[in-house]
């Protein structure tokens, strides 16, 4: 079961990685930084950003359930 659940995070993180590198940020916090300064449009970004921020909380959930193992 842990090595589902690792691998389930790394695929996670992959999606995490291209998101992020595609709008040059390391993290939500950071994209919804450059949104909010007008360096990232809102208007095609706004999927991202959401996919971005469900992703990241997915892979804090899996990582809680993984130590719990």
Known sequence: MSNILKQTIELVES???ILAK??????????DSKVKNGFISENDSYEDYF??????ADRDKLKKLLKKI
Do not use: C, Q, S
């Open 15 to 17: 999606d995490i990685f």
């Open 22 to 31: 595609k709008y040059g940020v390391k993290d939500i916090f950071e994209m």
């Open 51 to 56: 996919a971005l921020d469900n992703l990241e």
